[in-house]
């Protein structure tokens, strides 16, 4: 039997996840080519001195780019089954957001006239991104929650049937 179609608020998850996607994967695709530019724009023109540090955090963050992009890949390929592949997504943005937000808070007064204020430039871009995936998210599927028991069980052992081994040769000959 064939599934019935998208709902409505379904397609719209998965149009959503599948921009997410290629904005994530162009945008992890930036961060490694021109981290610099990325830190200007981010920082209003501050200068990034790109040592050691800056890129042992580059090298994490078009890591983590790279997979939040597969998540929301994933759950555009089919919102209804796989859109609990978004929940990853959901909590780097909040996690960005919250350490960004902290991150400003203790910088030093100031803070919005030097290069700290790209970390006010992430949580800007960042927890409304949070605010509208979880706000998608949620009515994707209204009524459907984790907590919920789930729908299939795994076969018992018993049932399943081991087919005898096999024996391998090399040449034709038994060993």
């Not at 796989?82 to 909040?94: E, T």
Request: glycine residues 8%; hydrophobic residues 50%.
């Amino acid at each position: 039997m064939p599934l019935p179609p998208l709902s409505p608020r379904e397609a719209r998850l998965g149009r959503f996840a599948a921009g997410c996607s290629a904005l994530y994967a162009t945008l992890g695709f930036l961060f490694a080519a021109f981290p610099g530019a990325i830190f200007r724009i981010a920082g209003l023109g501050s200068h990034a001195d790109l040592g050691p540090e800056v890129r042992f955090w580059q090298v994490l963050g078009v890591s983590s780019m790279a997979a939040i992009s597969v998540a929301c890949a994933v759950a555009a390929s089919s919102p209804r089954e796989r859109r609990v592949a978004l929940l990853p997504v959901l909590a780097g943005k909040l996690a960005t957001s919250l350490l960004a937000l902290l991150a400003f808070a203790s910088a030093p007064d100031g803070a919005l006239g030097s290069s700290w204020r790209a970390l006010a430039s992430l949580f800007a871009i960042d927890f409304p991104l949070f605010l509208v995936t979880v706000v998608l998210y949620r009515h994707g599927a209204p009524g459907v929650h984790l907590s919920n028991a789930p729908t299939q069980q795994a076969p018992e052992v018993s049932a399943v049937e081991v087919p005898p081994p096999v024996r391998l040769t090399v040449g034709g000959r038994p060993s």
